[in-house]
């Protein structure tokens, strides 16, 4: 089994600053033995079949066995051991969706797995996770844990956890590995299978909620307190989706960098590549060249107090272009620049187009007119691009887990996104060579796309959501969540190299449109914008030096645990980069639409900076 890249998405920025993961604890009586007595809290439950109830013991390697070797001490829990007695219980919820055993689109149901601390450990709650990238994975196989971070939180925190597959077992896998993706989401006729795609969209998320309340009930004879979500790109796309279609599930829900507007930013990916084809010929820039350009738009844009921090704080006011830097050009083409890196004139504009965003013609308007940050979706414009200085490619995954983690990549594209354009047209050719179907594989047929036919899969997609079980969970009612006193709190990292920070932006702007401004809703939904820090990466940027201060995941959820619990609203929050960063830095990050402000004083001290 492979590690994919949504198991990966929680555990790496749970690594980033790791917090205390602890909570009060609240005794209760009537708990249940951890054997398969278990299995009657599902008896009356004709869809739902227990797969596994296993007890592991304090001292115990959390493990069945067959959980893949993590990348030597990139995790302090690493195939973690036991601190406390743990109870696990594998589900499936059906009815999933029937077919040949070794297509993609065959599924036996929702695979649920859930951990549960000892009653007298308990703290009364529910804090569920959501997975990333298309999800997939053993949730409802007794052969292997999902996700580590569940029983790391049953054990140091004392929750009831959860986590799904997101209704089919097939493991994601890394970016740009050919072990699968969203092509569980087309039947081996070549037909888009609606019961699958339904599942991943929204009905897992629903299912999870449900079935760990029905366990936590029974086995410690009490319903939890307090229900939490939390979850990371897709999860954080998966929090959304409750928040919008089912509002009574979570009392708090956690959505970092979400994937929300899902068909626009998937297929929006796939332009970088487009950009490549049509405008050079297929040849890719070398990621030299694409460092020499986005570094020095970060030299020529991260100045704050005097001082070069290495990253963009306002990407708003950044508006250098390539085309007219001399010292990035080859001298062929007007430029200073006479090492191998240098680029072509082309070469620069095609990365212009690439900051600006997927447009249906391939146009990019001048960065002295509009930079790509300064204005929303409308004309040519279909979606938006990443700010200068991200690194394109992904260079801290890319480098890591030698895979194709970003858009710009030399060996190919980002696989989830011709994933999507695939099923957005419903022809599994236009899929690269990991989208698997029995009508037909994926054949690379998307470098044949016209700029025009690459938004048509855009249109195409956002037409079919019905079909898609509403995935991108774009829906700005958030009046019954509101209603029921829910809290919804998001972070997003600017120089995120898969989800373009701008789409959480407009979202938010759009849903304090409907309720009634901005004031309206920050009584139950905050955004904080986070200067320098990627995707799943502590560093977004092309710089390896930048440094930025990082969000603490665990951090966050004990905010909104304090929100829902007490009453106690998130304001400016305090961040700090890694102790082991040559250059220790202090920042703050604000409630959107507020944004950290530069005063005066020490660049990388906190102090020397308001929100405004």
């Known amino acids: 089994m492979k590690l994919g890249i949504h198991r990966l998405l929680p555990l790496l920025f749970a690594v980033m600053a790791p917090g205390a993961l602890y909570g009060q604890a609240a005794p209760t009586s009537g708990e249940k033995q951890c054997d398969d007595s278990l299995r009657a809290a599902f008896a ?22 067959a959980e893949p070797p993590l990348p030597a001490g990139l995790l302090a829990y690493d195939n973690p051991t036991a601190a406390n007695d743990l109870c696990m219980v594998k589900i499936i919820v059906g009815p999933g969706n029937p077919g040949p055993a070794d297509a993609p689109s065959t599924s036996p149901g929702i695979g649920i797995e859930i951990w549960l601390p ?33 029983p790391v939180i049953a054990d140091k925190e004392g929750a009831v956890s959860s986590v799904s597959d997101g209704g089919h077992p097939q493991e994601s896998g890394m970016p740009g590995q050919a072990s699968g993706g969203g092509d569980f989401g087309m039947n081996p006729n070549g037909t888009l299978n609606q019961a699958l795609l339904k599942d991943f969209a929204t009905r897992s998320l629903h299912v999870q909620a449900l079935k760990t309340k029905t ?55 796939l332009y970088p590549q487009i950009v490549f084809q049509h405008d050079l010929g297929g040849r890719v820039p070398s990621e030299a060249q694409q460092d020499l350009v986005s570094n020095a738009a ?9 001082q070069h921090l290495g990253y963009t704080m306002d990407p708003a006011a950044c508006r250098y272009d390539p085309t007219q830097d001399r010292t990035v050009l080859c001298k062929s083409d007007g430029g200073t620049n006479r090492t191998t890196d240098c680029v072509t004139r082309a070469q620069a504009q095609a990365i212009n187009k690439i900051w600006y965003g997927m447009t249906v013609d391939g146009s990019v308007p001048s960065p002295s007119v509009d930079n790509g940050w300064d204005k929303g979706i409308g004309g040519a414009r279909r979606w938006y691009g ?46 690269s060579t990991n989208f698997r179907n029995a009508s037909g ?53 600017v120089h995120d ?48 030096n930048a440094f930025p201060p990082v969000p603490d995941r665990d951090a966050f959820y004990q905010l909104l645990v304090a929100w829902v619990e007490n009453g106690t609203v998130p304001e400016r929050i305090e961040l700090q980069n890694s102790p082991r960063a040559p250059v220790r830095r202090s920042q ?21 900076y308001e929100c405004s």
């Not at 009356?44 to 069945?64: H, I, M, N």
């Not at 901005?518 to 799943?536: E, L, M």
Request: hydrophobic share 40%; proline share 7%; charged share 15%.
């Open 441 to 493: 594989d994926g054949i690379d047929l998307w470098k044949t796309l016209s700029y025009p036919q690459l938004a048509n899969a855009i249109d195409r997609g956002i037409a079919l959501q019905p079909l898609f079980g509403m995935i991108d969970a774009d829906s700005t009612d958030l009046s019954a969540f509101k209603a029921r006193g829910g809290k919804l709190l998001t972070w997003h990292g």
């Open 215 to 269: 366990l936590t009930q029974f086995f410690y004879g009490k319903p939890a307190r307090y229900a939490f979500w939390d979850g990371v790109s897709n999860g954080g796309r998966q929090a959304y989706a409750l928040a919008q279609y089912h509002p009574e599930d979570f009392d708090g829900i956690l959505g970092a960098m979400p994937a929300i507007n899902w068909t626009r930013f998937i297929i929006a990916d």
């Open 44 to 65: 009356s439950d004709p869809e739902t079949r227990v797969v596994l109830v296993r007890q592991f013991r304090a001292g115990e390697k959390l493990a069945l066995g």
């Open 497 to 544: 190299e898969a989800i373009p920070v701008q789409g959480t932006i407009d979202y938010y702007g759009k849903v304090a449109a409907r309720m009634g401004g901005v004031s309206a809703i920050q009584d139950f939904y905050r955004v904080y914008i986070v200067p320098g820090v990627g995707h799943a990466t502590p560093n977004g940027t092309a710089n390896p």
């Open 588 to 608: 703050p990050i604000c409630p959107f639409p507020q944004m950290a402000r530069y005063t005066g004083g020490d660049p990388n001290i906190s102090a020397s």
């Open 298 to 306: 970060i030299q020529a844009c991260d100045l704050v107090g005097g």
């Open 386 to 431: 990443f700010p200068r200085g991200t690194s394109l490619y992904n260079a801290t995954l890319s480098h890591l887990f030698k895979v194709n983690a970003g858009v710009t990549n030399v060996s190919g594209p980002f696989t989830h996104s011709t994933d999507g354009v695939a099923l957005a047209l419903v022809n599994p050719t236009m899929g």
């Open 118 to 150: 000892r009653a007298e450990k308990w703290n009364g709650r529910i804090h569920a996770i959501g997975r990333g990238g298309y999800a997939g994975g053993p949730a409802g196989s007794p052969a292997a844990i999902t996700d580590f971070l569940t």
